[in-house]
């Protein structure tokens, strides 16, 4: 069964450097999307992407975050100067189609830890 | 705006235990709704969707039924097992829009 898949599974980092999380979404899925859940709260939608351009993106999703799908298989979220708030668990997600009732398919996430 | 209310938990069940979990949402329009599963070092699988009102949504014996009414997605199961050991979230994704809004999650454990 096709599955969601994210590299690394836990990235360690000294406030202030940058990071790159990577996820390979579905192969023949069209939009994708990042999510971040800090420890203890709410799953939060950062932004979605399609088309080779975000189509929404959160209040969270400010200037220090950026994301790219730079060939045809991977997407990926950079976070230019990380703080200690951004630690948190990172999900990347796709699905067939981006508006209301399409299944977003999950990947296993990634844990970032800002020291 | 958007939002999911989902109760606290933990809750804690014996197997075989009736399991209610309930979810409120606030959205303008036409949500679809959804419960999605997490298990212990997974990441989040849909359990079950509805799309419009009076809809149910079904699977693994879990269901839960769009009450607009009630503005409600209460998820239910008759009979848990061990392996339901989880953290639910219900979740809901604004009509024409792209993402997709979560409540707090719920874990829950049955005890064998």
């Known amino acids: 069964e096709p599955e969601v898949t994210q590299t690394p599974s836990h990235q360690v980092t000294q406030m202030g450097q940058e990071v790159i999380l990577r996820c390979v979404p579905i192969?023949?899925?069209?939009?994708f999307y990042w999510y971040r859940q800090i420890l203890g709260q709410k799953v939060e939608f950062l932004v979605s992407?399609?088309?080779?351009?975000?189509?929404?993106k959160s209040e969270i999703f400010d200037d220090q975050f950026s994301v790219e799908r730079p060939d045809g298989s991977n997407f990926t979220l950079k976070i230019r100067s990380t703080k200690l708030e951004d630690s948190a668990m990172y999900f990347c997600?796709?699905?067939?189609?981006?508006?209301?009732?399409?299944?977003?398919?999950f990947g296993p996430g990634t844990r970032l830890t800002v020291l | 705006g958007n939002s999911v209310t989902q109760m606290e938990g933990p809750v804690t069940l014996s197997e075989e235990a009736f399991l209610t979990i309930n979810c409120t949402y606030t959205a303008t329009g036409y949500p679809s709704l959804f419960w999605y599963v997490q298990y212990p070092g997974e990441g989040l699988q849909l359990l079950l969707k509805?799309?419009?009102?009076?809809d149910k949504g079904s699977n693994k014996g879990f269901e839960a039924t769009y009450r607009k009414e009630t503005t409600s997605f209460h998820l239910e199961k008759g009979s848990v097992q061990v392996s339901d050991s989880a953290v639910y979230f219900c979740a809901l994704s604004p009509y024409g829009g792209f993402k997709t809004i979560f409540g707090a999650g719920t874990r829950l454990f049955v005890k064998a």
């Open positions: 192969s023949n899925h069209l939009y």
């Open positions: 509805a799309t419009k009102a009076d």
């Open positions: 997600a796709s699905s067939n189609a981006g508006q209301g009732a399409d299944e977003q398919f």
């Open positions: 992407f399609y088309n080779n351009e975000i189509s929404e």
